[in-house]
């Protein structure tokens, strides 16, 4: 026959005739033939060969025979632990099988599989998910599933993962005549104690702080004799043998103080896990995701229940802006690479009319890298149309601060603020900028030179000319990025900053938090409201559209500035993932403060509906 060159495979799929479905070279010591998907399950089949010299073919080999077998389950990713247990899910391939098994195991090392499997009952044909209530804790779980039909199965192991001790659930805390009463139910069969940590809230005044008792490991509820009148968090921690801790979510409650006091009424609500939050003018909640290299996405509150609008291909490559119109549409700003590979990035405004989005590309620049979500910012004027500034990349030693709006047919209009002609020497010099449109429509650009410690304040007049002055100077160790601006219903511009202090006035260097504010065309001296050992970064800020009343979120305190004065109120410290609080005004100029208790997404990057403190002013 002369020398062999290659080998021609044949295969015959259920009563089908033989086929030629590929050919491999002669010199190989080994091939992997796949049959196509399309090929039923369960499903026999023979496969030949023969050898192939030139035009000239050899006699067949023997047969072999193959059967199909049932589809394996796909492995899905593993959530260690959600709400009530184990999150354990998976894709199901098969169309043939009758039954399903899903076994569970345990180990202590991550590297062993289970000796032992036990059946997890109640899941029927079909089930791809379930949450795993009996899942082993201070352990690695495994998982796997089997498919049968008649005599044969197919079995895959889906995951595994560790899974702590678990945490008290089922926190209820209901307020007496004097006290608190708090009731949990233990799920932790390891815990050799429970504590019970308070923490005050909202200028609550208690004889202690912190750990208020250490019971049992099987108590279930605990008499707070000691809480006075005013707002708490309490926390249930189950303590392990090796002195573990676990911490359940932390619930507020409202020890009753003398009725028609001025407060805050307090609830624990459901709300969606967002990186921002806004108070629509209809009253509704908007949340948005910001962070990370994914699609755009609001989160709204649907006719019965949360509902996600995704806005798919808006990839982004960097953090997002939220802003909300007077119609309560939510309005984003965002960041995605240009096409021609330069280096360069377009900015793109997106809006959420109903259901349906629409986006528009604004300029295609090349934005400040460093510090982007501080050196680009926009905001909605009264009719909703946006307003943008940013800062560009040197260019031949060249950089420019630029603001951005539509005109009258359409178009975007760009104009130059030039900030060399000011002294200006590098783009690190400008810190965070902030945009703000006064009850005219026209823009107000503030931002601080940390270097020369001065905030800068630009007005872009009626004329369109832009004038540029000085709101503050010597402001020691400014370069902080922590700045936020507002107007009252009054119209005065007021800004807030975090600097340090000269060491001639203060050596130990504390940070302080200080406002000052436009009042008839001069600027106020720095007014400090606050000092603190070390730096803050960033903090919400609200204020009232109907009154003077200004709200910020500064290191765990509230500070509420009215006509009458300023108030500071102490909330809780941050226990398991608190966020700080946020306050905003509401339609009714009631101040309303929110806190997420957790702030975590899933992996897979679901909607997660986690608890929320909801403190609403009473009047």
């Given at each position: 026959m002369g020398t062999v060159e290659a080998y021609e495979l044949e295969t015959k799929i259920g009563s089908q005739p033989y086929g030629l479905p590929a050919r491999f070279t002669a010199n190989l010591q080994r091939w992997d033939y796949f049959f196509d998907a399309s090929v039923p399950e369960l499903t026999d089949c023979l496969l030949r060969l023969r050898a192939v010299s030139g035009s000239r073919h050899s006699a067949y080999s023997n047969e072999c025979s193959y059967r199909i077998g049932i589809a394996p389950a796909l492995r899905s990713v593993y959530k260690p632990m959600v709400p009530g247990g184990v999150e354990v899910l998976w894709w199901q391939q098969t169309q043939v099988a009758e039954s399903l098994v899903v076994e569970r195991g345990f180990t202590f090392d991550s590297a062993t599989q289970p000796q032992a499997w036990t059946v997890i009952p109640g899941l029927p044909m079909g089930t791809t998910k379930f949450v795993d209530t009996g899942a082993t804790e201070a352990a690695y779980n495994w998982y796997r599933v089997t498919y049968r039909k008649g005599q044969e199965s197919v079995t895959t192991n889906i995951g595994s993962g560790w899974v702590p001790m678990l945490p008290a659930t089922n926190l209820q805390v209901v307020p007496k005549v004097t006290g608190v009463t708090l009731s949990w139910q233990n799920q932790s069969h390891l815990g050799s104690s429970i504590q019970v940590y308070r923490t005050s809230d909202l200028d609550a005044k208690s004889p202690q702080d912190g750990l208020v008792a250490t019971l049992p490991a099987t108590a279930n509820s605990f008499d707070d004799v000691d809480a006075l009148p005013g707002f708490y968090t309490y926390f249930v921690r189950t303590v392990g043998p090796s002195g573990d801790l676990v911490v359940s979510f932390g619930l507020p409650a409202q020890v009753p103080s003398a009725?028609?006091?001025?407060?805050?009424?307090?609830?624990?609500?459901?709300?969606?896990?967002?990186?921002?939050?806004?108070?629509?003018?209809?009253?509704?909640?908007?949340?948005?995701?910001?962070?990370?290299?994914?699609?755009?996405?609001?989160?709204?509150?649907?006719?019965?229940?949360?509902?996600?609008?995704?806005?798919?291909?808006?990839?982004?490559?960097?953090?997002?802006?939220?802003?909300?119109?007077?119609?309560?549409?939510?309005?984003?700003?965002?960041?995605?690479?240009?096409?021609?590979?330069?280096?360069?990035?377009?900015?793109?405004?997106?809006?959420?009319?109903?259901?349906?989005?629409?986006?528009?590309?604004?300029?295609?620049?090349?934005?400040?890298?460093?510090?982007?979500?501080?050196?680009?910012?926009?905001?909605?004027?009264?009719?909703?149309?946006?307003?943008?500034?940013?800062?560009?990349?040197?260019?031949?030693?060249?950089?420019?601060?630029?603001?951005?709006?539509?005109?009258?047919?359409?178009?975007?209009?760009?104009?130059?603020?030039?900030?060399?002609?000011?002294?200006?020497?590098?783009?690190?010099?400008?810190?965070?900028?902030?945009?703000?449109?006064?009850?005219?429509?026209?823009?107000?650009?503030?931002?601080?030179?940390?270097?020369?410690?001065?905030?800068?304040?630009?007005?872009?007049?009626?004329?369109?000319?832009?004038?540029?002055?000085?709101?503050?100077?010597?402001?020691?160790?400014?370069?902080?990025?922590?700045?936020?601006?507002?107007?009252?219903?009054?119209?005065?511009?007021?800004?807030?900053?975090?600097?340090?202090?000269?060491?001639?006035?203060?050596?130990?260097?504390?940070?302080?938090?200080?406002?000052?504010?436009?009042?008839?065309?001069?600027?106020?001296?720095?007014?400090?409201?606050?000092?603190?050992?070390?730096?803050?970064?960033?903090?919400?800020?609200?204020?009232?559209?109907?009154?003077?009343?200004?709200?910020?979120?500064?290191?765990?305190?509230?500070?509420?500035?009215?006509?009458?004065?300023?108030?500071?109120?102490?909330?809780?410290?941050?226990?398991?993932?608190?966020?700080?609080p946020r306050p905003t005004f509401d339609g009714q100029d009631r101040l309303i403060v929110t806190r997420m208790v957790t702030s975590a997404y899933d992996r897979d990057r679901n909607m997660v509906l986690g608890p929320c403190r909801v403190y609403t002013e009473i009047p």
């Open positions: 009725p028609g006091q001025p407060g805050f009424s307090t609830a624990l609500q459901t709300l969606p896990v967002g990186t921002h939050r806004v108070l629509a003018p209809n009253g509704q909640w908007v949340f948005g995701d910001h962070s990370g290299l994914s699609d755009i996405r609001v989160i709204l509150r649907g006719a019965v229940d949360w509902e996600v609008r995704d806005f798919p291909g808006s990839t982004r490559t960097a953090n997002s802006w939220l802003r909300v119109d007077g119609q309560s549409r939510p309005h984003v700003a965002y960041l995605k690479d240009a096409p021609d590979a330069s280096g360069k990035r377009t900015l793109v405004h997106a809006w959420l009319d109903g259901v349906t989005w629409h986006s528009e590309d604004v300029a295609t620049r090349l934005f400040s890298e460093a510090f982007v979500e501080r050196r680009l910012t926009f905001n909605l004027d009264a009719a909703g149309a946006p307003h943008f500034v940013w800062m560009t990349e040197p260019t031949n030693g060249q950089f420019n601060m630029e603001y951005c709006r539509k005109g009258g047919n359409g178009l975007w209009l760009f104009e130059a603020l030039d900030p060399q002609l000011q002294g200006i020497e590098s783009v690190n010099d400008v810190q965070k900028i902030c945009l703000m449109l006064d009850l005219t429509g026209r823009p107000h650009v503030v931002f601080g030179t940390g270097y020369y410690g001065i905030i800068r304040h630009v007005l872009r007049t009626d004329g369109g000319a832009w004038t540029w002055e000085q709101a503050a100077s010597n402001l020691y160790d400014l370069n902080r990025g922590s700045l936020a601006i507002g107007l009252t219903a009054a119209g005065k511009l007021r800004v807030f900053a975090e600097h340090g202090e000269f060491p001639a006035v203060d050596p130990t260097h504390p940070i302080t938090l200080s406002m000052i504010e436009q009042i008839d065309g001069s600027w106020s001296a720095p007014k400090v409201l606050h000092r603190r050992p070390y730096v803050s970064l960033e903090w919400p800020m609200a204020i009232s559209q109907s009154t003077d009343r200004v709200a910020l979120s500064y290191q765990g305190r509230l500070i509420l500035m009215e006509p009458a004065g300023t108030s500071v109120t102490q909330f809780a410290q941050a226990y398991y993932q608190q966020e700080a």
